[in-house]
């Protein structure tokens, strides 16, 4: 199983980005997706979690109604897109399977992250 993040980079605070994760090697559509995030000298946190049939969803109240975390079965692909930003949401950012829980003990699968960084 393999999970890959894209669309990570450098973006001005206020700004926006949308992180895509494409999943190979497992059947996409039965699984619950998550995001998290980890920034320099901290712990890795939850972000935001849909189940497989993408009707429900889940946030961290840090990224509550600025992110929006969707899925396209179809495409093999959960989106999160984050508006808004903020310095604080600098961090790298995972791609996880298999849950929607915001612990991260609880998925099975991870991608290797891709960096988000806001600043001017």
């Known amino acids: 199983v393999q999970l ?3 669309g990570g980079g450098l973006v001005q605070p206020g700004g926006s980005l ?3 994760c494409g999943p190979s090697g497992i059947t996409f559509g039965n699984y619950d997706m998550g995001w998290f995030r980890q920034a320099p000298g901290k712990e890795r ?3 935001a979690s849909i189940s497989w ?12 109604d600025r992110f929006t ?3 396209a079965n179809a495409k093999n ?3 999160l897109q984050m508006n808004s930003l903020k310095p604080e949401d600098t961090a ?6 298999d849950s929607t829980s915001d612990l991260q003990d609880d998925y099975d699968y991870w991608g290797q992250g891709t ?3 806001v600043s001017s």
């Open 53 to 64: 049939s993408g009707v429900s969803s889940k946030y961290a109240d840090s990224v509550k």
């Open 92 to 97: 790298v950012y995972y791609c996880a399977a």
């Open 77 to 79: 692909t959960v989106y």
């Open 18 to 20: 949308r992180l895509s």
């Open 69 to 71: 975390i969707s899925r």
């Open 45 to 47: 946190e939850f972000v």
């Open 4 to 6: 890959v993040e894209s």
């Open 115 to 117: 960096q988000v960084t």
